[in-house]
């Protein structure tokens, strides 16, 4: 006979295991989610740098620009391009056989639906209008009203950073055919689960091919080109080696734990690299003229410094993603206070950032101002405004299914 006392045991040791399972899951997430807060605030700091003189392309662009702040802000895009969009993948591939395997493939691609297909077709084709209606009268000389912008907009609709959403979404459908293939050729998922967490000569291999993908598809496409999918997603193919394989790397590791296997070797290495690769790049650039006109030589072509940029690039891509994923890993606190304020605003933190940080830099334009300060402006009132409003968007009925 069960008894009371005995039912209680069994439920204080049932309750116990629940918040084991529960401390066990926080302390592989909250890193994790901090992570991709640093990596949502990289990419709001990119599309202000680029406001405000940067190289690169954004919906909206600070007619004020001085020289000065262009060649600092242009570093930091370059830092960041470098491995934050790439690392973004690998997690969004780290997640995506455990949601197959937890839901199903009905339940995965209702999900995708919600989470991934929604956003992408509200912002393209409606609230992409708010920014690009603040460009067109600020820099292109448009004078009619909003409604009537908007009439014409939604026959030519801007992704703005819903391409991310829509590579997401290419991917899972890879993924899809490759696992479903794989069923049908009688293979299963343990082989993944033998591969070894790599190191460090594996990395530096990864690297060198990368450097190589990179380089060849810089033949092609300028690393500063976008290229039109459908007439609607502009995609910057140059990089696109580096996002397949870091969401394919992602896949790996999940099934092969090697988020908790690297260890502290690993880490130094790849913190050296981290920082001898930040010394490298003004040498490379400033060292081979790209202040003097001859920037475009570096973003491709068959030329030694589109060669040394590929490289750079790559190496830079694995070393600044390993270096930081470590060290916010070994550094996190399982219930940390900052991971579980930012893990559900991060997704909409990304959606809406140009809702606000269009608007945001437009208002500061007026004020004459170096570019540079104008980029800390807009980044301390942009970041945490961002983020209030993704969490108030959350928290709306219906609306918390896909935020």
Same mark, same amino acid.
């Given at each position: 006979?069960?008894?009371?006392?005995?039912?209680?045991?069994?439920?204080?040791?049932?309750?116990?295991?629940?918040?084991?399972?529960?401390?066990?899951?926080? $302390?592989?997430? #909250?890193?994790?989610?901090?992570?991709?807060?640093?990596?949502?605030?990289?990419?709001?700091?990119?599309?202000? #740098?680029? %406001?405000?003189?940067?190289?690169?392309?954004?919906?909206?662009?600070?007619?004020?620009?001085?020289?000065?702040?262009?060649?600092?802000?242009?570093?930091?895009?370059?830092?960041?391009?470098?491995?934050?969009?790439?690392?973004?993948?690998?997690?969004?591939?780290?997640?995506?056989?455990?949601?197959?395997?937890?839901?199903?493939?009905?339940?995965?691609?209702?999900?995708?639906?919600?989470?991934?297909? /929604?956003?992408?077709?509200?912002?393209?084709?409606?609230?992409? $209008?708010?920014?690009?209606? /603040?460009?067109?009268?600020?820099?292109?000389?448009?004078?009619?009203?909003?409604?009537?912008?908007?009439?014409?907009?939604?026959?030519?609709? &801007?992704?703005?950073?819903?391409?991310?959403?829509?590579?997401?979404?290419?991917?899972?459908?890879?993924?899809?055919?490759?696992?479903?293939?794989?069923?049908?050729?009688?293979?299963?998922? %343990?082989?993944?689960?033998?591969?070894?967490?790599?190191?460090?000569?594996?990395?530096?291999?990864?690297?060198?091919?990368?450097?190589?993908?990179?380089?060849?598809? #810089?033949?092609?496409?300028?690393?500063?080109?976008?290229?039109?999918?459908?007439?609607?997603?502009?995609? *910057?193919?140059?990089?696109?080696?580096?996002?397949?394989?870091? +969401?394919?790397?992602?896949?790996?590791?999940?099934?092969?734990?090697?988020?908790?296997?690297?260890?502290?070797?690993?880490?130094?290495?790849?913190?050296?690299?981290?920082?001898?690769?930040?010394?490298?790049?003004?040498?490379?650039?400033?060292?081979?003229?790209?202040?003097?006109?001859?920037?475009?030589?570096?973003?491709?072509?068959?030329?030694?410094?589109?060669?040394?940029?590929?490289?750079?690039?790559?190496?830079?891509?694995?070393?600044?993603?390993?270096?930081? %994923?470590?060290?916010?890993?070994?550094?996190?606190?399982?219930?940390?206070?900052?991971?579980?304020?930012?893990? *559900?605003?991060?997704?909409?933190?990304? +959606?809406?950032?140009?809702?606000?940080?269009?608007?945001?830099?437009?208002?500061? $334009?007026?004020? &004459?101002?170096?570019?540079?300060? *104008?980029?800390?402006?807009?980044?301390? +009132?942009?970041?945490?405004?961002?983020?209030?409003?993704? &969490?108030?968007?959350?928290?709306?009925?219906?609306?918390?299914?896909?935020?």
């Amino acid at each position: 006979m069960i008894t009371s006392n005995s039912y209680k045991t069994g439920s204080l040791a049932k309750t116990e295991a629940n918040n084991i399972a529960k401390t066990v899951l926080l $302390s592989r997430t #909250a890193y994790i989610d901090i992570l991709r807060f640093v990596l949502i605030v990289l990419v709001i700091a990119v599309h202000a #740098a680029v %406001t405000n003189g940067s190289i690169g392309d954004w919906t909206y662009e600070d007619p004020r620009q001085d020289e000065l702040s262009g060649i600092v802000l242009s570093f930091i895009v370059f830092y960041s391009q470098a491995f934050f969009m790439a690392l973004l993948f690998f997690f969004a591939g780290y997640f995506t056989p455990g949601s197959v395997d937890r839901k199903g493939w009905g339940g995965f691609w209702k999900d995708r639906f919600l989470r991934l297909g /929604i956003p992408l077709i509200a912002y393209t084709w409606f609230l992409g $209008s708010i920014p690009n209606y /603040i460009d067109a009268t600020a820099n292109e000389g448009y004078h009619r009203g909003f409604w009537v912008f908007f009439s014409n907009y939604i026959w030519h609709p &801007d992704e703005g950073p819903t391409w991310f959403l829509f590579a997401l979404l290419v991917f899972s459908v890879g993924y899809f055919i490759c696992r479903e293939a794989g069923k049908r050729l009688l293979l299963n998922n %343990t082989w993944m689960k033998k591969i070894a967490v790599p190191g460090n000569l594996t990395l530096i291999t990864a690297a060198a091919f990368l450097s190589i993908a990179l380089f060849l598809v #810089a033949q092609f496409i300028s690393m500063d080109k976008a290229i039109d999918i459908f007439g609607i997603f502009s995609m *910057k193919l140059t990089f696109f080696p580096s996002y397949i394989l870091f +969401f394919i790397a992602g896949i790996i590791a999940f099934r092969s734990n090697w988020m908790e296997q690297f260890d502290a070797k690993v880490q130094r290495f790849w913190n050296w690299m981290s920082l001898g690769l930040v010394i490298v790049l003004p040498i490379l650039l400033l060292g081979g003229g790209a202040a003097s006109g001859k920037i475009n030589s570096f973003l491709g072509g068959w030329n030694i410094r589109a060669f040394l940029t590929s490289t750079w690039l790559s190496f830079t891509c694995i070393s600044f993603s390993v270096s930081l %994923t470590l060290w916010l890993r070994n550094r996190t606190a399982p219930k940390s206070k900052l991971a579980a304020m930012v893990a *559900k605003a991060n997704f909409g933190a990304y +959606f809406i950032h140009p809702l606000i940080l269009v608007p945001t830099t437009y208002a500061i $334009s007026f004020i &004459d101002l170096p570019g540079l300060l *104008k980029f800390v402006i807009a980044i301390t +009132f942009t970041v945490p405004l961002t983020y209030m409003m993704a &969490d108030v968007l959350r928290r709306i009925p219906g609306l918390n299914k896909v935020f």
